[in-house]
């Protein structure tokens, strides 16, 4: 997992020793630093293609055990949507995105645009997701937070999400379908979400210079979101090449290493804001 993740962190891997038992220790560890407070955010930069201005930020869930280290949310996101904790920690990261906005502005650093944070599709399973999403960020204004839901979350009960997700946009909400390209959602479902972003998924970012195939498929990935007047960021960019080619196919934003990675609120300020 440590390749996939974003910072430059070692983290642990339950491979390292006996499996089941590893397991249980994270799971019991994981309950711990959610109830005592011990995860973070970390937040990514997102810019726009035609300016090079900063347009927002992801925030990403991370947790670093007193003995394990940090453990990687490829590892602890999965282990809290099977312990049913999934909706706690969507919670805790709510708060905590308003609250870091309102400590930035604080401290006279203006954050522009989204903060986009990552909602699972178990959360999607609450038919009053809305409600409590708005109940949660009510100590800031809607426009300011973005939810990323993946393709594949979404297609898990499409009507219900269709319902939460034109709720949440109609209260002023940024939507971003997360991981495009990869969920095989139908198109008919895709104009019915309400999202306003499409975030190409970075299998194909990262592929598009040596495979015509994946550079195809981001380039009708951003003509279909023209034609249906949304945005796109492609997220996963690593190189200038990268970025000048999504450039010239038309996106308007990116989001990945060569950018920025993500780092901790204070990072974050000094670089960014
Ligand atoms: P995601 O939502 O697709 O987030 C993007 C992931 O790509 C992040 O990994 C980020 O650090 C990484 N990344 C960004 N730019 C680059 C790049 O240029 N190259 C490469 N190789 N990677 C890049 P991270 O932080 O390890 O998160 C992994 C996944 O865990 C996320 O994928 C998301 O699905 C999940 N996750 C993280 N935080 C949360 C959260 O608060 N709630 C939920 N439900 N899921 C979360
Ligand atoms: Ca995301
Ligand atoms: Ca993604
Ligand atoms: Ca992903």
Excluded at 154 to 175: C, E, H, K, W, Y
Aim: overall charge negative; charged content about 20%; some cysteine.
């Amino acid at each position: 997992h440590a390749k996939r993740s974003g910072d430059r962190t070692r983290f642990f891997s339950p491979s390292m020793a006996d499996e089941l038992y590893q397991r249980e220790v994270l799971q019991v560890r994981f309950i711990d630093a959610l109830a005592r407070n011990g995860l973070s955010l970390h937040f990514q930069p997102q810019f726009c293609l035609v300016s090079g201005k900063l347009i927002g930020a992801e925030a990403l869930c991370r947790w670093q055990d007193d003995t394990l280290g940090w453990v990687s949310p490829g590892d602890f996101i999965p282990l809290a949507e099977e312990q049913g904790l999934i909706g706690r920690l969507g919670d805790w990261v709510l708060d905590a995105a308003c609250r870091q906005l309102e400590r930035w502005e604080a401290q006279g650093k203006a954050f522009p645009g989204r903060l986009c944070v990552n909602v699972s599709a178990q959360q999607m399973d609450d038919p009053q997701l809305a409600e409590h999403v708005q109940r949660l960020t009510a100590r800031v204004a809607p426009g300011r937070i973005g939810l990323e839901l993946t393709e594949s979350g979404l297609m898990r009960n499409p009507d219900q999400t269709v319902s939460i997700t034109r709720a949440l946009r109609a209260a002023g909400f940024g939507m971003a379908i997360d991981d495009f390209g990869t969920g095989y959602s139908s198109l008919t479902y895709l104009k019915r979400f309400a999202a306003d972003t499409l975030k190409i998924d970075m299998s194909f970012v990262q592929d598009m210079l040596e495979s015509s195939h994946d550079r195809a498929i981001v380039a009708t990935i951003i003509a279909m979101a023209q034609t249906l007047g949304m945005r796109t960021v492609a997220e996963g960019v690593e190189t200038h090449d990268q970025a000048e080619a999504l450039k010239a196919l038309g996106c308007s934003g990116v989001q990945g290493f060569y950018f920025g990675r993500p780092v901790d609120a204070d990072s974050f300020a000094a670089h960014w804001l």
